[in-house]
């Protein structure tokens, strides 16, 4: 089982940010509206009905949980949309109430690569850039992120994550590896997500952090800030600080007035 290690970032303002990278699902784009559109979409014309929002959010779990697994068990490297792919088959089997077919569920799958952008993320990805280098540093792979960030005009100025590592997050080669393509130290390096446990992940490992909260995430449903013990919240998003991080931000615009403010002072 991996943990985070403890907080190795250092103190906000004591090293330059020379580069950002960036969990993308949930943090640079919108998963769940655009799945549930398509699964909307996808049962009108079969003329069935389905509760297309929980089906985008078991996928995306489902997601998470496999690319967990991989990462803790050191396993053989399988590209993500094989991944998405086999988990979108067993979601639809349980869930959808008509036979799909294979080239069905190919099509269907393909929506991870045409997931559109938050409001703020490409303006504030442009002038994050004029900062200092931005990349995704995602589970997504080469193929995936290349697609996605043209579908989505994504501006990154290269692709890092699990293809550099060939680990899912959150093994620690992942964000090490990421880190080491840009010849850097994880010091000069701040993660941002709107996922804590990554940034958990990535402070352990020294990179600096940036929680951006995303509080449409999953259609509404949000963390608490006091969590009732044993209840799952992977289906609800995060606006509560739950750790030390390096920035707090509101969006990213917001990120990028503050790390400007940083770099003049």
Same mark, same amino acid.
């Given at each position: 089982m991996i943990?985070?290690?403890?907080? !190795?970032s250092p103190p906000r303002g004591a090293r330059p940010i020379q580069a950002l990278v960036f969990d993308t699902f949930g943090t640079v784009v919108d998963f769940y509206h655009p799945m549930k559109r398509q699964f909307e979409a996808f049962a009108e014309a079969r003329g069935v009905s389905c509760d297309a929002g929980k089906m985008a959010?078991?996928?995306r779990t489902a997601y998470i949980f496999s690319t967990f697994a991989q990462a803790t068990e050191e396993s053989e490297f399988r590209p993500l949309r094989e991944i998405n792919r086999d988990n979108l088959a067993v979601v639809m089997a349980a869930e959808f109430p008509a036979a799909v077919s294979a080239a069905e569920l190919d099509e269907l799958a393909g929506v991870?690569? !045409?997931?559109e952008p938050w409001p703020d993320a490409v303006n504030g990805l442009q002038r994050l850039k004029r900062s200092a280098i931005i990349a995704?540093?995602?589970?997504?792979n080469f193929s995936d992120m290349v697609r996605l960030s043209r579908y989505a005009g994504l501006p990154w100025d290269v692709v890092l994550g699990a293809s550099i590592s060939g680990f899912y997050k959150p093994h620690p080669r992942t964000y090490l590896e990421s880190v080491a393509a840009l010849a850097l130290q994880?010091?000069?390096v701040c993660m941002v997500a709107a996922h804590q446990m990554d940034l958990a992940f990535a402070a352990g490992h020294g990179?600096?952090?940036?929680?951006?909260?995303?509080?449409n995430e999953f259609g509404g449903p949000v963390k608490p800030a006091e969590s009732e013990p044993n209840r799952n919240y992977i289906g609800a998003a995060e606006v509560h600080v739950e750790g030390d991080w390096t920035y707090c931000a509101s969006d990213f615009e917001d990120l990028a007035q503050q790390v400007e403010q940083d770099l003049l002072a």
């Open positions: 943990e985070p290690l403890p907080n !190795r959010v078991d996928w991870w690569q !045409r997931l995704p540093l995602s589970n997504g994880p010091e000069d990179l600096q952090t940036a929680f951006v909260s995303r509080p």
